[in-house]
Nanobody, 128 residues
């Protein structure tokens, strides 16, 4: 089992930036991908971005493409989500998740059901 701990959330003005971190510990060698999702009040949880654990291939939701960047630091088993040009509609609780199953098509990792382990979430609030 992999333990995931998110950090880096907070309050920022529209147009600003935040960097979220997802620190993974435990059996990280069993992880095939890490994804970021978000959930706004009254809305379904939605996919934001994913990265393959070993190859760093990435995949983004259209709503964040060009503004958000997902990356991974091998040295400390941390996945980052750099969020630039933030908009009020980006306000949500952001979750990272680990997938223990391999899919050759990375687009499968846009589905929450593809993930096996979730962090507790971190709040991001973007004011207008």
């Amino acid at each position: 089992q992999v333990a995931l701990v998110e950090s880096g959330g907070g309050l920022v003005q529209a147009g600003g930036s935040l960097r979220l971190s997802c620190a993974a510990s435990g059996r990280t060698f069993s992880t095939y991908a890490v994804g970021w999702f978000r959930q706004a009040p009254g809305k379904e949880r939605e996919f934001v971005a994913a990265i393959r654990w070993n190859s760093r291939i990435t995949y983004y939701a259209d709503s964040v493409k060009g503004r958000f960047t997902i990356s991974r630091d091998n040295a400390d088993n941390t996945v980052y989500l750099q969020m630039n040009s933030l908009k009020p509609e980006d306000t949500a609780v952001y979750y990272c998740a680990a997938a223990y199953r391999y899919y050759s098509d990375i687009s499968y990792y846009r589905e929450a059901s593809s993930y096996d382990n979730w962090g507790q979430g971190t709040q991001v609030t973007v004011s207008s």
